[in-house]
């Protein structure tokens, strides 16, 4: 099954590679080299918030520039211009133009996964789309974690780093350009509101919310927390590679129970273990190997919140709904994780580096107490209304989360004819 998807995407999937790993290394470079060159963590915060706004604007404005000059042009444009920002880092070591940088740079790749996940979408069938997304999920978490030891190639204080992250960027073009393949047609669903979903599906959206300010601060603020703590580069790139790969890994053990039980419960249990790994850390040497096991166990609880508030949702919404909820989905996320860096970045002002995880520690306390309030005000989703669990990058766009949903109505589908056969066995 997996042979038969490579060979028609393998382009796809190759350059996105080269996306993730340009990406990776991108934002933990930027992070550090501000650090270095003496941006406060407030004014830091703000600069990486940028990325998150841009990619907001991205996954709503790109559509419509696909739909005036289409796919192809479009990625070669987006590409070209986030390889360029890269560079313009090293130019102009100003907080106006890095923010202005990592603005383009989050609207850039946002638009590039809009196209790279629209082709593949559509280059899925209802049989193989549950492999694509898995193999999708796969190659950006990979992509994400082995950019971070990127940064051992060079110092970070040099500027081979920016040349080698806008190289990769340029090499995303080569593989989706060289081949032929069939551009999908842009389709517009209904949207469904982020009030109408807060209604349908309060406890799904606060995780969702909440989450993504911890995960915003950990991804962007993650190297200036570990250059105020004293961290190596080599340290700093475990540090966060650690979180990613666990995170990754941890989706497959905690989206499979959440199938088995409510899954607020898993939530509840995930954000509860999340707290009191941070309180744990407060107390641990910063880089060291007990400090770097801490915070891996955070990620293999902590990142997989998104996918199973995704899941959440999707269980309390009508199967047509599913599809129109994905752009408040992603309103929500590139919300929180806007939030995320600039509180970061102001108690790591105020409170020095435990400032940084007493803001983990209170987020993922914040997220759990919520949950214990929606959980005593509603009832669980019952098993038969209740789809399968699917991972989700959280660096994705609205077309991955159209995928997800139509995977959920699948199985919510598949689910209904096959209880109705058993209610109404065939003769013989």
């Known amino acids: 099954m997996i042979t038969s998807i490579l060979r028609n995407t393998w382009p796809l999937f190759l350059g996105m590679a080269f996306l993730m790993l340009g990406n990776g290394l991108q934002g933990t470079l930027v992070s550090w080299r501000a650090t270095y060159e003496g941006f406060t963590p407030s004014i830091t915060g703000w600069i990486m918030m940028g990325y998150y706004a841009g990619f907001l604007a991205g996954s709503f404005y790109t559509p419509r520039l696909i739909a005036e000059v289409g796919y192809i042009r479009v990625f070669a444009e987006l590409a070209s211009m986030a390889s360029t920002a890269v560079l313009m880092h090293i130019l102009f070591i100003n907080e106006l133009a890095w923010f202005a940088m990592r603005v383009l740079t989050g609207f850039c790749f946002a638009g590039a996964y809009v196209i790279v996940e629209s ?15 898995s193999l999708y999920m796969i190659i950006s978490w990979t992509g994400l974690a082995a950019g971070q030891w990127l940064l051992k190639l060079s110092h970070p204080s040099g500027f081979s780093l920016f040349l080698l992250s806008s190289i990769l960027l ?49 991804l962007a603020m993650g190297a200036v927390y570990a250059v105020k703590a004293g961290m190596t580069v080599t340290q700093t790139a475990l540090f966060i590679s650690s979180f990613i790969a666990l995170g990754a890994l941890g989706q497959w053990p905690l989206g499979w129970l959440s199938d088995q039980i409510d899954r607020r419960l898993v939530l509840l249990g995930a954000s509860i273990a999340g707290a009191l790994l941070c309180t744990l850390m407060l107390q641990l040497d910063a880089g060291r190997g007990a400090f770097q096991v801490a915070f891996a166990a955070l990620g293999a609880f902590s990142l997989p919140l998104y996918s199973i508030a995704v899941a959440q949702t999707n269980d309390r919404l009508d199967p047509e709904q599913m599809t129109g909820a994905s752009s408040s989905i992603i309103l929500v996320l590139g919300v929180g994780s806007i939030l995320g860096p600039i509180l970061a970045g102001y108690l790591l002002d105020t409170r020095g580096p435990e400032g940084y995880l007493i803001h983990l520690a209170l987020t993922h306390a914040l997220l759990a107490a919520g949950l214990v309030y929606f959980i ?14 699917q991972t ?8 991955v989360m159209e995928a997800v949903a139509l995977e959920a109505e699948e199985s919510l589908e598949s689910d209904d004819s096959s209880s109705d056969s058993k209610d109404h066995p065939e003769p013989g």
């Not at 082709?119 to 997304?133: E, F, K």
């Not at 469904?192 to 601060?217: C, D, Q, W």
């Not at 005593?376 to 669990?389: G, H, I, L, N, Y």
């Open 392 to 399: 989700v990058p959280l660096r994705s766009s609205g077309v």
């Open 376 to 389: 005593a005000r509603r009832d669980a989703v019952p098993d038969e209304e209740q789809t399968s669990f």
């Open 170 to 218: 340029s090499l995303a073009l080569v593989p989706i350009l060289i081949k032929r393949i069939d551009t999908p047609e842009v389709e517009s669903h209904d949207r469904i509101s982020v009030r109408v979903l807060l209604k349908e599906a309060p406890a799904g959206v606060f995780t969702i919310f909440v989450s993504a300010i911890a995960h915003g601060a950990i």
């Open 119 to 133: 082709w593949l979408n559509a280059a899925s069938s209802n049989r193989t789309r549950g492999q694509m997304l």
